[in-house]
C-alpha cells in the first residue's frame, strides 16, 4: 500500500510512520504544514527510507493537496493533521476552525475527487481514515459524584464536546461520516482517549512535568488534580491505526483505550516516583508540586471502551500504564536535545489557555 499520512510529523502521525516503516512493506508519504508542534526530528529513524516521502503542505490548500494525490495515488489516507492541544484552543481558536474544521473539508474534497478519477477495484479498496479524538463525548460521570459501575464511552456514544479543541474534532468527525453516507466516500473514523509517549510535544501533561520536575520548577496541578484521563501508550495506539486503515470496515466507527484510568495527579505522583528512583536528589520530585486554578470548562473524566477493536480487530494494547510511563520517562532522559529542539525559543512551557 501507499498510505497518504496528514500530520506524520507531529506526535502520533510520527509513531504511526515508524510503526509502518519498520513493520511493513508499505509506502508513506508525509504532509505536514510543520506547525510547532510538527517535527521532522520525530522521523529521523525513517528519513532516508525508500519507502518514505515528506511534502510540506498545508491541509488548507487545496490546490497543493490536488497535486500531491495526483502525483504519488496513494491507496488510502490516514488523516492525522489537526491543531490538538486544548488550553491553546482556549487561548485561540481560529487555527482549530481553520485547520480541523476547513482543512478536514479540504482533504475530503481533494481526497473524493482523486478517488473518482480511480477504476473500480481501487476504488473499492481506497480507505480514508480520520483519527479523531475520546473528547468529542464530552465528560463522564466521575466516581465522586456516582457510586456504582462507571459508564465507559462506547462507539454509540452522543457527542457533546466541551473545548474548542474538541467541538472542532466533533465537526471535523461529523464531515467525515457525511461525505460517507452523501457521496458513498470509503471513511472510517477512530476515537482514541489520551496518548503518552516519546517525540510528545513539552506542552501536554507528561512531557511537561518530567522536563519541569528535571529542571527542578513547579509542577502546575490544575484544580485538584482529579480529573481522570484513560492512557495508551503513543505505539500501541500506532498498531491500532495501522490495524483499522489494513482491516477495519468502511463506515464504522471503532474506539481505541489504553484500560488506564488515572487522575492526574496519579500520573504526576507516579512520574515523580520514577524520578526519584531514576535520577536521586536531595528531595522529593513530589515536593515541586503545586495547584493551579483549572482549565475553564474542564472536562472531569474520560474511559474509553474498547472491546470492539479487541473483538473485530484482535487488538490489545502491549503496554500497562506503569511500563509504558518508564519507557516514556526513560526516553526524554535520553533525547533532551530533541526536547530543546522542538521548543526553539518560542515556547518556554509557560501556562496558556487562562481566561
Ligand atoms: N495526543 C492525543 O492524546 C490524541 C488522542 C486522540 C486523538 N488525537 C488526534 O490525533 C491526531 C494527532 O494528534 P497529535 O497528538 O499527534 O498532534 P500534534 O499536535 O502532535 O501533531 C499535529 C501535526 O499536524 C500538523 N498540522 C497542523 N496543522 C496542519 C495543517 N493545517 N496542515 C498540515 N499539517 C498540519 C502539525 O505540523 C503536526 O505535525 C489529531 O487529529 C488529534 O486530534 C490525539
Redesign the pocket.
Known sequence: MKILI?????????AVIRHIVENTKDSVIN?????????LESLKLVENDSRYIFEQ????NRAELDRVFNSHKPNAVM???????VDRSITGPA?FI???IV?TYNLLEAAREYWNTLNDDDKKSFRFHH?????VYGDLPHPDEQEGELPLFTEGTSYAPSSP?SAS?ASSDHLVRAWLRTYGFPTIVT??????GPY??PE?LIPLVILNALEGKDLPIYGKGDQIRDW?Y?ED?ARALYKVVTEGVVGETYNIGGHNEKQNIEVVQTICSILDTLVPKATKYADQITYVTDRPGHDRRYAIDSSKMSKELNWEPVETFETGLRKTIEWYLSNQQWCKNVQDGSYQRERLGEL
Open positions: 496528514t500530520g506524520g510529523a507531529g506526535f502520533i502521525g510520527s504532509l505536514d504544514k510543520l506547525t510547532y508542534a510538527g517535527n503542505v498545508d491541509i488548507c488523516h492525522l493533521a489537526a491543531e490538538s492541544h487555527e481553520q485547520t480541523n482543512g483519527i479523531s479524538t475520546d473528547e479543541y474534532k476515537n482514541c482517549s489520551n496518548n503518552y510528545h510535544f501536554k495508551l503513543v495506539h
